[in-house]
C-alpha cells in the first residue's frame, strides 16, 4: 500500500480491506453507517473513488482535508500514462450494495403485506434503486 493511500484509508470510518489494492469503507461527505464508498489503487498509484450515494470526490476528500492531489501518483510532467483498467471489482460493488438490497427487501415485504409506506421510506427505496443500478454500470453490467 503506497504511502498516500495508507493516508487516506487512515481517516476513514469502518474501513475494511477487501483485496490487494481495494477498499470499502463509509462516505465521509454523508451521513454513512455502513460502507457505501469503494477505495482502490491502481497500477500506477492513482487513487480511485466512489461513492454509491453519488458523493463528489472533490466532496470525499474535502470531508476528510484533502485535496483531489492526494489521490495522484507524484509523477514527472512527461511520464508516460498506462492503459486504464476497471476501477473496482464485483465483490467491492456487491459489499457496498448489501444494506441496498436489504432496504428494498424490507419495502417489499411490507408492500406485498399491505402495509401503508411512509413518503420518506418510498424515497428512500427509490435513492437504494439507484445506487444499486449506479453499481451495475460500475461492474460494466
Not at 18 to 23: E, R
Not at 43 to 60: M, P, Q, R, T, W
Not at 93 to 102: H, T
Not at 123 to 139: F, L
Amino acid at each position: 500500500m503506497s504511502n498516500k493511500l495508507d493516508n487516506f484509508v487512515s481517516r476513514l470510518q469502518k474501513a475494511k480491506r477487501t483485496g490487494t489494492d481495494s477498499w470499502i469503507a463509509c462516505c465521509p461527505a454523508h451521513d454513512d453507517k455502513s460502507p457505501s464508498m469503494t477505495i482502490r489503487e491502481v497500477d500506477e498509484g492513482k487513487i480511485l473513488v466512489h461513492c454509491f450515494a453519488e458523493c463528489s470526490v472533490e466532496n470525499i476528500v474535502g470531508a476528510l482535508g484533502l485535496s483531489l492531489s492526494d489521490l495522484m501518483p507524484d509523477r514527472a510532467p512527461d511520464e508516460v500514462r498506462k492503459p486504464r483498467r476497471m476501477p473496482f471489482n464485483a465483490a467491492d460493488v456487491l459489499a457496498c450494495s448489501k444494506s441496498d438490497a436489504s432496504l428494498i427487501y424490507v419495502v417489499m415485504c411490507d408492500i406485498d403485506k399491505g402495509v401503508q409506506l411512509t413518503q420518506e421510506q418510498i424515497t428512500s427505496a427509490k435513492k437504494a434503486a439507484g445506487r444499486i443500478y449506479s453499481a451495475a454500470q460500475m461492474g460494466g453490467q
